[in-house]
């Protein structure tokens, strides 16, 4: 008998897997009626490394193609790179290279070791975003949404780095500095290019409910972050030291309810009145601040609340004489509603904490449901709860609804203003002041203005010229490539410097898959066989932006004509994260933790407790959480040491069977371990059928039969339901019926079936050995291109079932009933149970109520 050998047999299989081109895409036509099915995993970052995470999503991926290709399907799995972004153009300029060959050579080391990975899938499909051949696709239907009205430019508000001279995301501003130069940001206004998200947001929501294998928590989360509210528009009219120019004050409001608890309004820093106010060094002060101050919503929320008073005054709309202070307030920002407000600090949190420091009136117009009119009163916490309207003359004692229904028509009945409905989605800025991405396909002209680059000159390709030497956007420095002659006019003109956001890269690239050599972008008949996707797999980072891009993209692209769907995904999986302990030697003078990559930590237990040193000095180390892998924290592992260690069905194996896989995994050597034990048990299994033939006893063999066709069953509805670790539970009970089944007894006959259905059942999760194995059995082929083993219902379903038994809706004990047999048999059986019948004993059973295949239940008294 042979021991496994994952070093030679690995490398063996994957090379008779090229050899045979088993994973080529088929089309259409070729596939012969066979139903499609498009499995894709979120396409990497060319960082240089595949990590383990890497490995978890794109085994999960790979066991739904193998899975779904032997079930009969037309399977496309397709692999890519997301290869623009500022990390390469970083990297250029810390080491003095070029973005493109950095980019490239981390691509061809990440292919070869996620081909090591023996994934399914069809290679000849891959491209880069960074290839001109994909961006100059891009460009084109880049112009087709500008044609169709879809894209515009107009001066917005940035997060501008004074030192890197370059627009900042808000994630990249780190205590309102620049996250890599250090240097204090900047709020600008620059012109910037934007998509029309906001065209489609109540499509964006309503296709939501279409999405019923998504998982509810993203589903969600893009509901909120598109933010749909209904409302009140309506303006203050002004009471005193009304600028220029302004009629009334417009706000919105989705509480209309609390008008009568309104004690101050308040307007954005950038707001058209803060512009017309007169001019004064307190003013400007005040506006610099605001300027250096949080960026993100999450800062902006908790972060301190500061206020201007602009001495402008407005009328409240329902009190009639009272006016209301007019304030600028950091917490206010134009890109939502109107950029104003109105403050009702006892049931707005913000508004209370801007209140209590400026000592506002806090005037409170909700009740509780168990308070006190009359002592109700708010602190330091707002009430937003549900309640009775109080405090609001016409609007007292109504609920929320209603109040605000009310408060509405009266608004409107004073032609202030009218309900309406608004959004928190905000229009795609899609402009980067930098060199490494996809060129904005127009051409400035003085006379002409912005002019599209006509078809026939696309791509517009980077230059390679480039030096990265002086901070901002290479392309600005460029001596020719931004000068070009108009289109229209051939009059001298400038080409678009800005480059696109790498999101509206990866936002279309499952469509492009379909058809990768396609001279246009998306060659509609091959879209149209494959999307939408079938089953996309990604993390839950991505459940917003990237996702909501791309269906928004999507139905840009339906718009235009390129697309007949409006979804892209009709399925979705969100992995959870791979994570490690951390190791650290302490923290630095600054409070930095100096961490440890766990290659160089030896772990020991004593009496339980766990201590750790660092094997390369001998020191003691600090073991710290649990967090995932990081190359920040070093707490990663690198894949090839487990792969040269364990194989690579090992490793499958434990990241797809530790957890339910929407759940994060801890890595343990342990538990790669023990998958590396289960690969050679299977092994073992395959290698010690007999080859002579052995007849063996009926019954025995028709218990193995029924092991392996139950594992079938199984192991089948787990796969199909994505609880890939509960299917592998199965294997390995199988596994170890195996073992213990005795050839004599069984035959080989029945054996040689169990270990066929076994080496069918384990190939999406390891298959090397399931090619050994289908090898081993003698069978010709390759088990790749095999069909799924079927169960047979009879032999996969229980001839007995566990049956509870109650007295008074206790459990007292259970029974084994066989299939089919009577509610007399079954009250029979529970009678002559001794468990049963010492709990009847002294009683009068006054009805037994009997559930086949349920329950049994003695009523008594």
Same mark, same amino acid.
């Given at each position: 008998m042979s021991r496994y050998n994952p070093k030679e047999s690995e490398p063996k299989q994957r090379a008779r897997w090229d050899e045979a081109q088993v994973f080529l895409t088929k089309t259409a036509e070729q596939a012969q009626g066979k139903d499609k099915y498009y499995v894709l995993e979120m396409f990497p970052y060319p960082s240089g490394r595949v990590h383990m995470g890497h490995v978890r999503n794109y085994a999960m991926g790979d066991l739904v193609a193998r899975f779904k290709r032997a079930r009969g399907f037309n399977v496309l799995h397709p692999m890519g790179w997301d290869a623009f972004g500022m990390p390469a153009e970083n990297a250029a300029m810390e080491r003095g290279i070029h973005p493109k060959g950095w980019t490239y050579d981390n691509i061809a080391n990440m292919k070869t070791q996620l081909q090591r990975l023996g994934l399914s899938i069809d290679w000849t499909r891959e491209f880069a975003t960074c290839d001109a051949a994909y961006y100059g696709k891009q460009q084109k239907w880049f112009l087709d949404l500008l044609k169709h009205d879809l894209v515009y430019r107009k001066e917005s508000q940035v997060n501008w780095d004074p030192v890197d001279n370059t627009v900042l995301a808000n994630e990249q501003v780190i205590d309102g500095k620049g996250w890599r130069s250090g240097a204090v940001v900047e709020k600008r206004n620059l012109t910037q290019w934007f998509l029309?998200?906001?065209?489609?947001?109540?499509?964006?929501?309503?296709?939501?409910?279409?999405?019923?294998?998504?998982?509810?928590?993203?589903?969600?989360?893009?509901?909120?972050?598109?933010?749909?509210?209904?409302?009140?528009?309506?303006?203050f009219p002004f009471a005193a030291n009304a600028p220029a120019g302004f009629d009334g004050l417009e706000v919105y409001t989705t509480r209309p309810d609390t008008l009568f608890g309104a004690g101050f309004v308040a307007v954005a820093a950038d707001h058209p009145l803060v512009k017309a106010l007169p001019a004064s060094p307190e003013l400007d002060a005040f506006l610099d601040t605001v300027k250096k101050g949080g960026t993100t919503q999450e800062e902006i929320d908790t972060g301190e609340k500061l206020g201007f008073n602009t001495g402008v005054t407005v009328a409240h709309p329902f009190k009639a004489g009272e006016t209301l202070d007019v304030w600028i307030a950091n917490f206010v920002l134009m890109g939502y509603g109107t950029g104003a407000i109105?403050?009702?600090?006892?049931?707005?949190?913000?508004?209370?904490?801007?209140?209590?420091?400026?000592?506002l009136p806090v005037t409170e117009v909700v009740l509780p449901a168990d308070a006190d009119p009359e002592s109700f009163t708010v602190g330091t916490e707002a009430y937003t709860g549900p309640g009775?309207?109080?405090?609001?003359?016409?609007l007292n004692g109504l609920d929320i609804e209603t109040a605000k229904a009310q408060a509405i028509?009266?608004?409107?009945?004073?032609?202030?203003?009218?309900?309406?409905?608004?959004?928190?989605?905000?229009?795609?800025?899609?402009?980067?002041?930098?060199?490494? =991405?996809?060129?904005?396909?127009?051409?400035?002209? %003085?006379?002409?203005?912005? +002019?599209?680059? !006509?078809?026939?000159?696309? @791509?517009?390709?980077?230059?390679d010229d480039v030096t990265f030497d002086?901070?901002?956007?290479?392309?600005?420095?460029?001596?020719?490539?931004?000068?070009?002659?108009?289109?229209?006019?051939?009059?001298?003109?400038?080409?678009?410097?800005?480059?696109?956001?790498?999101?509206?890269?990866?936002?279309?690239?499952?469509?492009?898959?379909?058809?990768?050599?396609?001279?246009?972008?998306?060659?509609?008949?091959?879209?149209?066989?494959?999307?939408?996707?079938d089953q996309y797999i990604g993390g839950?980072?991505?459940?917003?932006?990237?996702?909501?891009?791309?269906?928004?993209?999507?139905?840009?692209?339906?718009?235009?004509?390129?697309?007949?769907?409006?979804?892209?995904?009709?399925?979705?999986?969100?992995? =959870?994260?791979?994570?490690?302990?951390?190791?650290? %030697?302490?923290?630095?003078? +600054?409070?930095? !933790?100096?961490?440890?990559? @766990?290659?160089?930590?030896?772990?020991?237990?004593?009496?339980?407790?766990?201590?750790?040193?660092?094997?390369s000095t001998g020191k003691p180390l600090i073991i710290g959480d649990i967090e995932k892998m990081s190359k920040s924290k070093k707490n990663v592992v690198a894949p090839e040491d487990i792969f040269d260690t364990y194989g690579v069905d090992a490793a499958r194996l434990f990241v797809l069977s530790d957890s339910p896989p929407e759940r994060d995994v801890q890595w343990t050597t342990g538990g790669v371990e023990g998958s590396w034990r289960f690969t050679s048990r299977v092994w073992t299994e395959f290698d010690s059928l007999p080859d002579e033939e052995i007849a063996g006893e009926e019954a025995a063999a028709l218990e193995l039969r029924k092991a392996a066709h139950k594992a079938s069953k199984a192991v089948t509805e787990g796969f199909e339901s994505f609880r890939f670790n509960a299917a592998i539970a199965k294997l390995y009970e199988f596994v170890n019926i195996l073992r213990a089944a005795d050839v004599q007894k069984t035959g080989t006959a029945a054996k040689r079936e169990a270990l066929t259905i076994l080496a069918g059942l384990i190939a999406p999760i390891t298959p090397h050995l399931a090619e050994e194995g289908w090898t081993r059995l003698g069978h010709d082929g390759l088990i790749a291109d095999a069909a799924w083993p079927q169960f047979d219902p009879a032999l996969a379903t229980d001839d007995v079932y566990i049956l509870p038994v109650q007295v008074n809706g206790k459990k007292r004990g259970e029974l084994s009933v066989r299939l089919g047999a009577t509610e007399d048999e079954i009250r029979e059986m529970a009678l002559a149970d001794e468990g049963v019948k010492r709990h009847l004993e002294g009683v009068t059973v006054r009805k037994v109520i009997v559930v086949p295949n349920r329950i049994l239940n003695f009523v008594v008294g």
């Open positions: 029309k998200i906001t065209q489609y947001a109540d499509e964006l929501i309503e296709g939501l409910e279409t999405l019923d294998r998504w998982p509810d928590k993203v589903r969600l989360m893009q509901a909120n972050w598109i933010g749909r509210s209904k409302g009140l528009k309506f303006s109105f403050g009702c600090p006892a049931h707005d949190q913000r508004d209370l904490d801007f209140a209590r420091k400026y000592d009775t309207i109080f405090n609001s003359d016409f028509a009266k608004i409107e009945s004073m032609g202030l203003g009218e309900g309406a409905t608004i959004y928190r989605l905000r229009d795609w800025g899609v402009s980067r002041q930098r060199y490494w =991405g996809c060129p904005i396909p127009v051409i400035h002209c %003085e006379d002409c203005g912005v +002019v599209p680059v !006509p078809d026939d000159q696309l @791509p517009v390709v980077l230059p002086v901070p901002g956007n290479p392309l600005d420095r460029h001596p020719t490539w931004k000068h070009v002659k108009c289109p229209c006019c051939q009059k001298d003109a400038r080409r678009e410097t800005d480059t696109l956001d790498t999101f509206v890269d990866s936002s279309w690239y499952f469509a492009r898959f379909t058809a990768p050599d396609a001279d246009e972008a998306i060659r509609k008949a091959d879209a149209d066989y494959w999307l939408p996707v839950i980072e991505h459940a917003i932006l990237h996702l909501l891009y791309s269906r928004f993209i999507t139905r840009a692209l339906n718009t235009c004509g390129y697309l007949d769907v409006k979804e892209p995904f009709a399925g979705l999986f969100t992995q =959870g994260m791979l994570t490690h302990e951390t190791y650290s %030697e302490g923290v630095d003078e +600054v409070g930095k !933790p100096l961490w440890v990559d @766990p290659s160089d930590v030896d772990i020991t237990t004593d009496g339980g407790k766990r201590s750790a040193i660092q094997i």
